[in-house]
């Protein structure tokens, strides 16, 4: 896979074709909606008194799921929330973005979409 590092450190990202594999689709799509479903059941937990029933679902601008601090809840059901980060497309294009040939997993996170519009107030700093 060709990747253009230096348009990446220009504009900050990069969009990955077929970085999942077409037949592995399914089966990562749903491995996340479980790991996101527990995660959801933990924050609820978590909940402080005065915090709504979701926890940080519902009070985060950002929810995110932590696959790396979530290591305990995996299981054959959701092992493809690790393993889609060694997928060739993903590791390799990290790799070359790091310009590393062999780039180590550190971090797997999926950035939620909130559950309320917070609205860009404190999400960037002047001028947005």
Same mark, same amino acid.
């Given at each position: 896979?060709?990747?253009?590092?230096? =348009? &990446?450190?220009?504009?900050?990202?990069?969009?990955? =074709?077929?970085?999942?594999?077409?037949?592995?689709?399914?089966?990562?799509?749903?491995?996340? $909606?479980?790991?996101?479903?527990?995660?959801?059941?933990?924050?609820?937990?978590?909940?402080?008194?005065?915090?709504?029933?979701?926890?940080?679902?519902?009070?985060?601008?950002?929810? =995110?799921?932590?696959?790396?601090?979530?290591?305990?809840? !995996?299981?054959?059901?959701?092992?493809?929330?690790?393993?889609?980060? !060694? &997928?060739?497309?993903?590791?390799?294009?990290?790799?070359?973005?790091?310009? $590393?040939?062999?780039?180590?997993?550190?971090?797997?996170? !999926?950035?939620?979409?909130?559950?309320?519009?917070?609205?860009?107030?404190?999400?960037?700093?002047?001028?947005?």
């Amino acid at each position: 896979m060709q990747v253009n590092r230096d =348009r &990446f450190l220009e504009e900050g990202y990069l969009i990955v =074709r077929g970085a999942i594999p077409p037949d592995q689709l399914e089966s990562v799509r749903v491995a996340y $909606e479980r790991m996101v479903e527990r995660q959801k059941t933990i924050w609820a937990q978590e909940r402080g008194p005065e915090d709504p029933p979701g926890g940080v679902w519902e009070l985060s601008a950002q929810p =995110r799921l932590n696959i790396s601090g979530m290591i305990d809840h !995996l299981d054959a059901e959701t092992i493809k929330t690790v393993e889609t980060w !060694l &997928f060739e497309n993903i590791h390799g294009v990290s790799s070359a973005l790091l310009n $590393e040939p062999d780039a180590g997993v550190t971090e797997m996170m !999926l950035m939620c979409s909130p559950v309320h519009d917070h609205g860009t107030s404190g999400v960037c700093g002047p001028p947005c």
